[in-house]
């Protein structure tokens, strides 16, 4: 009875000194858990403060030497477009405007265009931070896309006036050209409005 006792008592003795052992072992993994989810809680808010500075630096520069300059390329993107091709057709329609003076308007408009695509490829742009500049250049890309795409448009409807070929093949392949500009020139402004968005210039 007494060596079931004292066994008894050495086998609780070490059950209490495992449980111990489990408990500061358990205590220490949790402790450890707790440091690390508060670092990475910090380090979180950290990065979420660093983004906003450099976005507010970044939206800074936007505002103050970028827009006017993207104003002016969409400004004249859309003037000569509307100043330019639209009279050209509609007064070929109803019978102002002839094959001479459409090839003429057309073919200059191709060389108007070329000339902004090269125009916007050789403005110096300050730069943005990584991302910010990713969808600045994006949009600058889809744009000069769209700029060229118009001038491969204008310089077929030239060489249809030019040949004197009305056919409407041709009409729907000119057609084609220009509804795919539009499109290059709707990704431009979603990029854009992308990047305005997260520089908190726009809701």
Known sequence: MKKFFKFGCGGLIALLVIFIVLVVVI???ESEKNKENTNNDVDKTEADVTEVDVNV???EIYKNEIVVHLDAFQDEYDKHW???WVPTFEGVSNGTVDAYKAYETLNSLEKYYTGLGNKIRNTDLPKLSKENQKLLKNY???LQSAILTRSRAASEAADMFDK???KPSEMEKIQSTVVYADQEVVSALVERTTLEQKLGLVE
């Open 57 to 59: 630096k970044d939206a």
């Open 82 to 84: 509307t100043n330019n």
């Open 164 to 166: 004197g070929e009305f």
């Open 140 to 142: 600058l890309s889809d």
């Open 27 to 29: 205590g220490g993994n």
